[in-house]
């Protein structure tokens, strides 16, 4: 039996790390265990210009603990007044990694997202052009459509016919949640990926309201069947270079999650890795989790793997329930078990 399994450091392929004090509050949880992270643009105001992303940058590197072995990969907000050519500019210089679609209302902070799709076309066309990726929240936000429904109703309305229109334009499904996302990916050989996250790998809906309303486990999109957790597992863990890690790690702190109407979010950054490996043991697919976590990302998004390495351990090893900030403590993502690994050791590159 396998007591020890080192990888390529890992990277987080979406993240939210906020900003000001709750950025400096979490960042370390990431640092530790990631070597680069897709950094999501939806703070207030939002990230929609290079300008504001090497903004964000410089606050991010300002953040990280001493030493810390990190880098940013940042995004810009995508808008309907987006340009095309600031979008081009900062991908040129190395600034930015993607762009990110809100279906505007979809989620938090997405109140500035899209509505009109045709006001985005000369936007997509110039990214599908120069090769920058379009991460997606897929969700639509029709208030007549079922919330348990809207990533696949996303797909038929929106993604299948914009990508049509957009040839050639590189999309991340970002965390997926039901089995029609994983056939939608599957189905697609080239310039289509997908982020599942920890937490859609562990919980579906029950978790979150049968025997009483869990608010920690709330989050967007919603956790859905089994049959789509079942699905989404089966993916992480087949090696399909088409599937990897995007935690959509998201903290808000318990009065912003424990209130009438309360935030979505999950934060997973602090156990993420020993959840995967106690997973991936589980399905008898540990050999598989390098190229989830480590490999399949990089090479969709034409970077090279991380030369540093992550090693883990087997045998639990206790994780706070929180970390406190300066506006209240944050909850730790909780999987309902004591993960049978933990991190002991990560190499510098």
């Given at each position: 039996m396998t007591q020890?399994?080192?990888?390529?450091?890992?990277?987080?392929?979406?993240?939210?790390?906020?900003?000001?004090?709750?950025?400096?509050?979490?960042?370390?949880?990431?640092?530790?265990?990631?070597?680069?992270?897709?950094?999501?643009?939806?703070?207030?105001?939002?990230?929609?210009?290079?300008?504001?992303a090497a903004a964000y940058r410089t606050r991010i590197i300002a953040a990280l603990p001493e030493?810390?072995?990190?880098?940013?990969?940042?995004?810009?907000?995508?808008?309907?007044?987006t340009d095309p050519a600031d979008v081009a500019a900062a991908h040129a210089s190395g600034l930015i990694s993607a762009v990110k679609l809100y279906p505007?209302?979809?989620?938090?902070?997405?109140?500035?997202?899209?509505?009109?799709?045709?006001?985005?076309?000369?936007?997509?066309?110039?990214?599908?052009?120069?090769?920058?990726?379009?991460?997606?929240?897929?969700?639509?936000?029709?208030?007549d459509i079922d919330i348990f429904d809207r990533e696949a109703v996303f797909i038929d309305r929106v993604l299948?016919?914009?990508?049509?229109?957009?040839p050639g334009?590189?999309?991340?499904m970002e965390h997926i949640t039901t089995s029609q996302g994983v056939e939608?990916?599957?189905?697609?050989?080239?310039?289509?990926?997908?982020?599942?996250?920890?937490?859609?790998?562990?919980?579906?809906?029950?978790?979150?309201?049968?025997?009483?309303?869990?608010?920690?486990?709330?989050c967007l999109p919603v956790a859905k069947r089994e049959e789509h957790r079942v699905a989404l597992r089966i993916a992480a863990t087949s090696g399909d270079a088409r599937f990897f890690l995007g935690t959509d790690s998201a903290p808000h702190t318990d009065p912003a999650k424990l209130q009438p109407c309360g935030c979505a979010g999950?934060?997973?950054a602090p156990n993420t890795m020993a959840i995967l490996a106690h997973l991936f043991e589980q399905d008898g697919a540990l050999d598989k989790l390098e190229a989830f976590?480590?490999?399949?990302?990089?090479?969709?998004?034409?970077?090279?793997?991380?030369?540093?390495?992550?090693?883990?351990?087997?045998?639990s090893r206790d994780t706070p329930s929180h970390i406190d900030t300066q506006d209240g403590p944050v909850t730790v993502f909780d999987p309902g078990f004591v993960p049978g690994w933990h991190v002991s050791a990560r190499s510098s590159c």
């Open positions: 020890e399994l080192t990888l390529r450091t890992p990277d987080d392929w979406h993240l939210h790390l906020r900003d000001g004090a709750m950025l400096r509050a979490v960042l370390p949880s990431t640092a530790a265990h990631f070597a680069r992270a897709i950094i999501m643009p939806n703070l207030v105001p939002p990230v929609v210009t290079g300008s504001d030493g810390a072995d990190f880098t940013p990969l940042m995004t810009l907000y995508l808008t309907e007044a505007a209302g979809a989620t938090t902070n997405s109140a500035s997202g899209v509505a009109d799709f045709t006001r985005v076309q000369g936007v997509l066309e110039k990214m599908a052009e120069i090769g920058l990726p379009l991460c997606v929240h897929g969700e639509v936000t029709d208030p299948d016919p914009l990508r049509k229109r957009v334009l590189k999309v991340v939608y990916v599957k189905a697609n050989a080239t310039d289509l990926a997908a982020t599942i996250t920890t937490h859609h790998l562990v919980i579906n809906r029950n978790h979150i309201l049968a025997g009483g309303i869990r608010p920690h486990y709330y999950c934060f997973t976590a480590s490999l399949n990302g990089p090479a969709f998004y034409g970077l090279p793997p991380n030369n540093s390495t992550l090693t883990l351990t087997k045998g």
